[in-house]
């Protein structure tokens, strides 16, 4: 939430916990076959990364602590809420453009 940018935010470290082993369940599974291996193989020569680059984002990623999270957020996650420094695009099936845009009116 936009609340937790402030300098004086509390932060539930249950929460950050399991939203930083999500993280890193979610990087894992990008290899959890053979086939998918390949698939990063590939994906690491193309976008000219080292072979272990997800491990070593696992790893960056387990090292995350609250106070990054206090430290970074208002620098760069705050600029996505201001709509000075962003724009947001809604995108969605045709039959509901009018429903959402009945919901920003309100």
């Given at each position: ?7 004086d ?34 994906l ?24 990054d ?38």
């Open positions: 939430q936009e609340c937790q940018l402030s300098p935010a509390q932060w539930e470290v249950s929460l950050f916990e399991s939203a930083r082993s999500s993280l890193i369940f979610e990087v894992i599974e990008r290899e959890k076959n053979v086939g998918d291996m390949v698939t990063q193989s590939l690491s020569y193309f976008k000219a990364v080292e072979h272990d680059y997800n491990r070593l984002l696992v790893q960056l990623i387990a090292g995350v602590t609250v106070e999270l206090k430290r970074v957020g208002p620098q760069y996650v705050a600029r996505l809420f201001d709509p000075v420094h962003s724009q947001t695009t809604v995108v969605c099936h045709p039959s509901k453009v009018d429903e959402i845009a009945a919901g920003f009116k309100e």
